[in-house]
């Protein structure tokens, strides 16, 4: 094997490896963002985990943010609370669950 395969053997890795964290990081934004949904919506324990679960599984079934941020929106609109508040709060939980996959949380 030449030092060329070995480099590129190791970008494919890294590659690998920084998908892997993007995936479980927003896998982990979307949990929090429908915990913190749920809590605009008056929900706690039990009933505030089964929304945050029915909610981001529109990721998987509809595909992606926009699945997520609708939903939110939706629900959330009778309180007042805008798509640009849901985004703003996706950012800050971003970095947040990006953190808590870097420690393993």
């Known amino acids: 094997m030449t030092t060329f395969d070995k480099r590129e053997e190791g970008f494919e890795r890294k590659f690998a490896l920084d998908e ?3 995936f479980k ?3 982990r934004r979307n949990r929090l963002l429908g915990l913190w949904a749920a809590g605009e919506l008056g929900m706690s324990g039990d009933a505030a985990i089964a929304y945050a679960k029915e909610a ?3 990721v998987f079934a509809e595909g992606g943010d926009k699945a997520v941020v ?3 929106t939706a629900d959330l609109s009778a309180n007042g609370v805008t798509e640009d508040a849901i ?3 996706m ?6 669950a990006v953190a808590q996959v870097k420690a393993g949380v």
């Open 20 to 22: 892997e964290l993007k």
């Open 91 to 96: 950012t800050e939980l971003m970095a947040q």
């Open 25 to 27: 990081a927003e896998a």
């Open 70 to 72: 609708a939903r939110v």
């Open 56 to 58: 981001v599984a529109g």
């Open 87 to 89: 985004r703003a709060q």
